[in-house]
């Protein structure tokens, strides 16, 4: 129900743009998000955003990273730039319905930075 593309390979200072999309049956979404999890470490938070667009970021991308969302399409955003080699994980979408019932995730996209 949660599919996301565009991760890569990109060398050290480069910019990656990751996207997500929601389908199917869904309950209506409250916050989406991206999260990240690195070999040998625990899944972590890098950027959320609310349905009215407020957005929160992780220290580690902050200044370095954009959420945006499209409503309509049900779609979340994340644009890196600056990425560095600590930036290789796994990427998850997320989507969490209002009230938090329901916590979706998407199938992981991987992002290798190379030094």
């Known amino acids: 129900q949660l599919q996301a593309s565009g991760g890569g390979l990109v060398q050290a200072g480069g910019s990656l743009r990751l996207s997500c999309a929601a389908s199917?049956?869904?309950?209506?979404?409250?916050?989406m998000g991206w999260y990240r999890q690195a070999p040998g470490k625990q899944r972590e938070l890098v950027a959320t955003?609310?349905?009215?667009?407020?957005?929160n970021y992780a220290d580690a991308v902050r200044g370095r990273g954009t959420i945006s969302r499209n409503n309509a399409k049900m779609t979340v955003n994340l644009q890196m730039n600056s990425l560095k080699p600590e930036d290789t994980a796994v990427y998850y979408c997320?989507?969490?319905?209002?009230?938090?019932?329901?916590?979706?995730w998407g199938q992981g996209t991987q992002v290798t930075v190379s030094s």
């Open positions: 955003i609310t349905v009215d667009d407020r957005a």
């Open positions: 199917g049956s869904i309950f209506s979404i409250d916050v």
């Open positions: 997320n989507a969490v319905s209002f009230g938090a019932t329901h916590n979706y």
